[in-house]
């Protein structure tokens, strides 16, 4: 099976001048787990909520940006990479997302909550045919 298999295509994707608590809003309002971090179009980071947020969840960036939030390079992975080998990169990776990109075009991400979703579902599937 490949990540693009079972990768998530809706990718919500912020720039990196874009303000922490600007940033934790859009995430509560559409109930994100993560953000894709952007620099004139070229990936430098994910940000989870829980980098976001401090004690009692609220953020606490401040007025700081994303960009200066951001904890290390981002993890990224090809579409056609087997989603095998992709489970021990969601493991070791803090934001527990990992971006997927096709010929260096964000096409997708992979999370472990989406991932087990999309396995369920299959075996669902699977088991009523």
């Known amino acids: 099976m490949r990540v693009a298999d079972v990768m998530e295509t809706r990718v919500d ?17 559409h ?13 430098v980071g994910i940000l989870g909520r829980a980098r976001l947020a401090g004690p009692g969840g609220q953020p606490h960036g401040n007025d700081r940006t994303l960009a ?4 290390h390079e981002p993890v990224t992975i090809p579409a056609e990479y ?6 021990g990169l969601l493991e070791g990776d803090l ?9 260096g075009r964000l096409v997708g991400v992979l ?12 075996e669902a599937r699977r088991r009523a045919s």
Do not use: K
Request: overall charge negative.
């Open 13 to 29: 994707v912020a720039e990196a001048s874009t303000s922490a608590n600007e940033a934790w809003a859009h995430m509560q309002q």
């Open 31 to 43: 109930d994100l787990q993560s953000l894709i971090v952007t620099d004139a179009g070229r990936i």
């Open 68 to 71: 200066e939030l951001l904890p």
């Open 82 to 87: 087997p989603v095998s080998r992709a489970v």
């Open 95 to 103: 934001s527990g997302c990992v971006a997927v990109l096709d010929h």
């Open 111 to 122: 999370t472990l909550s989406g991932l087990l979703r999309r396995l369920a579902m299959r």
